[in-house]
């Protein structure tokens, strides 16, 4: 008890992961479930598996794995091509990993990239670690007419950990202890065969972020497991760095990503973009609170492909998404400077992770209105960023985002954060195919591992067509061409069998000008509902504090119940609670990971 008052202390207002995950000993089919688990110590301890990124267009095909360094030169060297015993020799760069993040193991990173692939076109690769070539690979590249993207939310291999299992509890100790990781990495493996069995015809992935968990520290095992997945060696993934991937630089060693830009750096790296097929695809990382820098990444990326049909961009924070955690809180913490920017950019859609929620929005643009800019600023000790209050950057004013009972200044700060951030309009659509739309689709991803799930906002906000929450591994599907850019969302039951959660969204183009802007008149501005809103705002609110109430209740009852570990439960609850409100506050922060956060602020500021 003594252990979760503290942890209530320490932690007072952030929600928790609730207690639902995925259970690989309970959805996996028991004989793959044992023999991962048979496999484990190999699998977690193997740091060097390749990863494959998209290229910077479809032509191309990024490599990135480590190899033990030696004392010889390292052999950073792709063999690539359509005649297995002819294959052309691609050679790239090597970089040293920081040994502090492999148990003081010295390795290198290779990048090489690969040019020239065609479309429906049978490849094979191998790789060279010390001079010596893998075992080899069989790649097919797709149409790349109509592309097909697998879109998934964050995997988050390792967020598992304080869950029950087996009569134990999983961990997130280093190495092969990661038994969370373990969990996480064969649900990871399930979820990407599920989809790839029903959509065999899919170019690359798209992962909006939050790859693993362990923030600021070494969490190779994680990356293992999350690389270890069988589909990765033949399927390339655009991932997106979220703020557990965020504070280290080894994202950037395992994800040779395209384009990369000066812009939107933390110490896992910047903002980058690809061309594919009709698309151009921008990726930022939202951990840096400097939107002029987006923008000029943006800007870098039209110019480069000013002819794509499509422009998607994907961010880890849900500026709109409904999940109880971070939709009306941190996640919106750019909501206010990156809406104008996206419309005026012509943004299409928007993928967004962070709240492991499912959520599509309505057609939303910006309301034209003047707004205040927000940021998030580091604690006290430079040790990880203050969660509990947001930063108006003009003014410098502290608003609580959590205000307690009675705080009616702190009330009215948030209050007022809470109505600038309606800053957006709902266009007037009907159904689920749209023609030429000014707004913009914001979708949020559940988590495609099930390793962690949140509650939805007690109250959906207004720009919300559809959510839910059941619980289960998702994933959608992305077809796009010329034309269309169609989205479908889909769940894998504890059976393995799959089910829609979504009716599918279409976007049609029809490339008339006079039909990019629909009638104004028909459509609501935030401030047009804003009593409504208001009223939503405060129920939200009540609600919200009911749920808090509800769980920190929950929790008490549960270490009263459980007499036979009270103690134990404790622990694990504040554990969880700590390192599940999906910020980055997993403190066990490392001096490193304090000097990684401070760069990140400077380079913020
Ligand atoms: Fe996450």
Redesign the pocket.
């Known amino acids: 008890m003594l252990t979760l008052l503290s942890a209530t202390m320490v932690c007072p207002t952030a929600y928790a992961a609730t207690e639902h995950y995925n259970d690989s000993s309970v959805t996996g089919d028991a004989e793959e479930w044992q023999a991962y688990k048979d496999n484990w110590e190999n699998l977690s301890s193997d740091y060097t598996k390749v990863s494959l990124t998209p290229g910077k267009d479809e032509t191309e095909l990024n490599f990135a794995w480590y190899s033990e360094k030696t004392d010889s030169e390292g052999t950073p060297v792709v063999h690539f091509g359509t005649d297995q015993n002819a294959l052309e020799t691609f050679t790239g760069t090597v970089g040293d990993v920081d040994q502090s993040l492999t148990g003081d193991k010295a390795y290198e990173y290779n990048y090489v990239t690969v040019t020239g692939l065609q479309p429906n076109t049978t490849y094979y690769y191998t790789v060279e670690r010390n001079g010596e070539q893998s075992d080899v690979v069989e790649y097919t590249t797709k149409d790349t007419e109509t592309v097909k993207m697998l879109y998934v939310g964050?995997p988050?291999i390792g967020?598992s950990k304080g869950q029950p299992q087996d009569g134990g509890e999983l961990s997130d100790e280093s190495g092969a202890a990661n038994t969370a990781a373990q969990n996480d990495g064969f649900a990871w493996n399930r979820t990407l065969n599920t989809a790839l069995e029903e959509n065999p015809d899919i170019n690359f992935v798209i992962s909006a972020g939050?790859q693993v968990n362990k923030t600021g520290e070494a969490k190779e095992e994680e990356y293992a497991a999350y690389l270890g997945a069988d589909a990765l060696a033949s399927l390339p993934v655009a991932t997106t760095i979220?703020n557990?991937d965020s504070l280290n630089p080894d994202y950037s060693y395992h994800f040779n990503n395209p384009n990369t830009t000066d812009y939107g750096k933390t110490a896992a790296g910047g903002d980058y973009y690809y061309s594919y097929g009709d698309g151009l695809f921008i990726v930022l990382n939202t951990n840096n609170y400097n939107v002029a820098e987006h923008s000029e990444a943006i800007k870098e990326a039209v110019a480069a492909y000013p002819d794509a049909k499509w422009r998607i961009v994907t961010i880890h924070q849900d500026i709109y998404g409904s999940g109880l955690d971070h939709s009306d809180t941190d996640g919106m913490i750019l909501r206010t400077q990156l809406t104008p920017i996206f419309d005026e950019n012509d943004i299409d859609v928007v993928l967004q992770?962070?709240d492991?929620t499912y959520s599509r929005t309505k057609l939303l643009y910006g309301d034209g209105q003047t707004h205040s800019s927000y940021e998030f600023q580091l604690t006290e000790d430079g040790m990880d960023y203050d969660w509990d209050h947001a930063y108006n950057v003009e003014t410098g004013e502290q608003i609580p985002l959590y205000p307690e009972d009675g705080d009616e200044e702190g009330a009215a700060l948030k209050d007022a954060f809470t109505e600038d951030n309606m800053c957006y309009t709902i266009e007037d659509t009907e159904g689920n195919t749209v023609t030429d739309p000014q707004g913009i689709l914001y979708m949020t991803a559940n988590s495609a591992s099930g390793s962690?799930y949140y509650e939805l906002i007690p109250t959906q906000q207004d720009y919300v067509a559809v959510r839910s929450q059941n619980w289960l591994p998702s994933y959608s599907v992305i077809t796009m061409d010329a034309d269309s850019f169609t989205i479908e969302t889909y769940q894998i039951k504890d059976d393995g069998t799959v089910e829609s959660i979504d009716e599918a969204f279409t976007i049609e183009k029809t490339g008339d000008a006079s039909a990019e802007t629909t009638d104004g008149a028909e459509n609501t501005t935030a401030e047009e509902t804003a009593e409504e809103a208001t009223d939503d705002a405060a129920a939200t609110e009540e609600a919200a504090d009911d749920t808090a109430a509800t769980e920190e209740a929950a929790d008490d009852t549960a270490a009263a119940d459980d007499t036979a570990a009270t103690e134990e439960t404790a622990d694990d609850a504040a554990a969880t609670d700590d390192a599940a409100d999906?910020t980055a506050d997993d403190t066990a922060a490392t001096e490193e990971a304090a000097d990684d956060a401070a760069a990140t602020e400077e380079t913020a500021q």
């Open positions: 964050d988050q967020a939050d979220g557990h992770g962070h492991h962690k999906d």
